[in-house]
């Protein structure tokens, strides 16, 4: 294929599960073609868009330039596609390499030769070309390329985006196992939930709900304190980065509309998301305090309640947890009626625990770690008018 910055393929893979939301995001972003497949989403493109998508998308993992594709039989085909394609022209000998190589269906025994061979194909064009080579950088490198091998189909990318879209540049402090960034937004947008519509989070922990919550009332774009790897691609344009970032920026409110709180029983965690939300210059978006969410009552009559709840890993947690959950569908039952609760966990017993109906069960992924998003909507009945009143008569919070 011809290498066009006007006329490009691009791809983002996204958590599992959000391949729908990301393609609605995407829209939003002004990408006119989203074609969602398992794991990401495929669209058009040009080098605005690369860079708007980058520093826009909450959803979004990485953004991938598609700059070859061809079919293959063995080893030696995958090679002899990569040389073929100019890598020198679109970045430097003195910039770090590293290669990542995904398959499904790929006939091949070992991916681990196959990326040897990609790392092989574009340092010996380099050497042919510019007389030396780039020197490879599993760890932090310049230039990732991404190869894609299907059972006869070769893909290949180059990354624009560098360490993953859903790291911000924005917490400063986190708890056990949080929830990543991109994951969060794209369960707020599952959740349907907008700036002005009342959003709780009673189990906040180091606050990335809250985080992504806050950002998108301002309309903060996710990526503006983070770097990305087309800085360091030869067909980088600074003028129009400049451009992107500056239409985002203006976007940038100065007040939100507020109505986001979160707390949780544990003092520390709720000084990590008080951490968090002061560098991110967020502080006076979220109300926050610590409280337990089994005596909690809702601040306002309706609203959004999105959690992720703690599961049980060990045996004497699952026993606790055992007892937890009843006392926390209780609580939602007799105090939340007339909210949309929200609870993502990776404990599959939660629903039968919790003894609540859900109305929706969404399969998604917190990196390789299978969860499911439970929705309950929360239905006002005399039981649950009748603890409120006695919770209200005991001074309950």
């Given at each position: 294929?011809?290498?066009?910055?006007?006329?490009?393929?691009?791809?983002?893979?996204?958590?599992?599960?959000?391949?729908?939301?990301?393609?609605?995001?995407?829209?939003?972003?002004?990408?006119?073609?989203?074609?969602?497949?398992?794991?990401?989403?495929?669209?058009?493109?040009?080098?605005?868009?690369?860079?708007?998508?980058?520093l826009?998308?909450?959803?979004?993992?990485?953004?991938?330039?598609?700059?070859?594709?061809?079919?293959?039989?063995?080893?030696?085909?995958?090679?002899?596609?990569?040389?073929?394609?100019?890598?020198?022209a679109?970045?430097?000998?003195?910039?770090?390499?590293?290669?990542?190589?995904?398959?499904?269906?790929c006939?091949?025994?070992?991916?681990?030769?196959?990326?040897?061979?990609?790392?092989?194909?574009?340092?010996?064009?380099?050497?042919?070309?510019?007389?030396?080579?780039?020197?490879?950088?599993?760890?932090?490198?310049?230039?990732?390329?991404?190869?894609?091998?299907?059972?006869?189909?070769?893909?290949?990318?180059?990354?624009?985006?560098g360490?993953?879209?859903?790291?911000?540049?924005?917490?400063?402090?986190?708890?056990?196992?949080?929830?990543?960034e991109?994951?969060?937004?794209?369960?707020?947008?599952?959740?349907?939930?907008?700036?002005?519509?009342?959003?709780?989070?009673?189990?906040?922990?180091?606050?990335?709900?809250?985080?992504?919550?806050?950002?998108t009332?301002?309309?903060?774009?996710?990526?503006?304190?983070?770097?990305?790897?087309?800085?360091?691609?030869a067909?980088?344009?600074?003028?129009?980065?400049?451009?992107?970032?500056?239409?985002?920026?203006?976007?940038?409110?100065?007040?939100?509309?507020?109505?986001?709180?979160?707390?949780?029983?544990?003092?520390?965690?709720?000084?990590?998301?008080?951490?968090?939300?002061q560098?991110?210059?967020?502080?006076?978006?979220?109300?926050?305090?610590?409280?337990?969410?089994?005596?909690?009552?809702?601040?306002?009559?309706?609203?959004?309640?999105?959690?992720?709840?703690p599961?049980?890993?060990r045996l004497?947690?699952r026993?606790?947890?055992?007892?937890?959950?009843?006392?926390?569908?209780?609580?939602?039952?007799?105090?939340?009626?007339?909210w949309?609760?929200?609870?993502?966990?990776?404990?599959?017993?939660?629903?039968?625990?919790?003894?609540?109906?859900?109305?929706?069960?969404?399969?998604?992924?917190?990196?390789?770690?299978?969860?499911?998003?439970?929705?309950?909507?929360?239905?006002?009945?005399?039981?649950?008018?009748?603890?409120?009143?006695?919770?209200?008569?005991?001074?309950?919070?």
């Open positions: 294929m011809k290498f066009d910055l006007h006329q490009a393929r691009l791809f983002s893979p996204c958590p599992r599960g959000l391949e729908l939301a990301l393609a609605e995001e995407l829209t939003e972003l002004g990408v006119r073609d989203p074609a969602p497949v398992e794991g990401g989403v495929s669209y058009g493109g040009d080098l605005a868009l690369c860079y708007r998508v980058n826009a998308s909450r959803i979004a993992s990485r953004v991938l330039w598609q700059v070859g594709q061809g079919t293959y039989r063995d080893e030696q085909d995958v090679y002899d596609a990569v040389s073929r394609l100019p890598w020198p679109w970045f430097g000998p003195s910039n770090t390499l590293r290669v990542n190589v995904a398959g499904k269906g006939p091949l025994k070992s991916l681990d030769y196959v990326t040897l061979r990609i790392k092989d194909a574009v340092c010996d064009r380099f050497r042919v070309e510019r007389g030396r080579r780039p020197d490879v950088d599993t760890r932090s490198p310049d230039v990732r390329i991404y190869a894609f091998l299907e059972a006869r189909r070769l893909t290949l990318y180059l990354d624009t985006s360490e993953p879209l859903f790291k911000r540049g924005l917490r400063t402090a986190s708890g056990e196992a949080p929830i990543r991109n994951l969060a937004a794209g369960i707020l947008r599952l959740a349907a939930w907008k700036p002005g519509v009342p959003l709780l989070d009673p189990m906040c922990g180091s606050g990335t709900f809250l985080l992504e919550a806050a950002q009332a301002l309309q903060v774009p996710a990526g503006l304190r983070r770097p990305f790897a087309f800085e360091k691609l067909f980088h344009s600074p003028r129009l980065w400049r451009e992107v970032r500056r239409e985002a920026e203006s976007r940038i409110r100065r007040t939100s509309p507020g109505l986001i709180w979160g707390c949780d029983a544990d003092a520390r965690a709720v000084r990590m998301a008080a951490a968090n939300l560098a991110a210059g967020l502080s006076d978006v979220v109300q926050l305090r610590r409280a337990d969410v089994l005596e909690l009552l809702p601040p306002t009559p309706t609203g959004i309640l999105v959690a992720n709840p599961y049980a890993v004497g947690q026993d606790a947890l055992g007892a937890f959950y009843p006392r926390l569908g209780d609580a939602l039952k007799a105090r939340f009626a007339g949309s609760v929200y609870l993502l966990t990776a404990d599959l017993r939660l629903p039968r625990l919790i003894r609540l109906k859900p109305t929706r069960r969404v399969p998604l992924f917190n990196g390789a770690l299978e969860c499911r998003l439970f929705e309950f909507r929360m239905v006002e009945g005399k039981m649950a008018r009748k603890r409120v009143e006695t919770t209200e008569e005991h001074g309950g919070e």
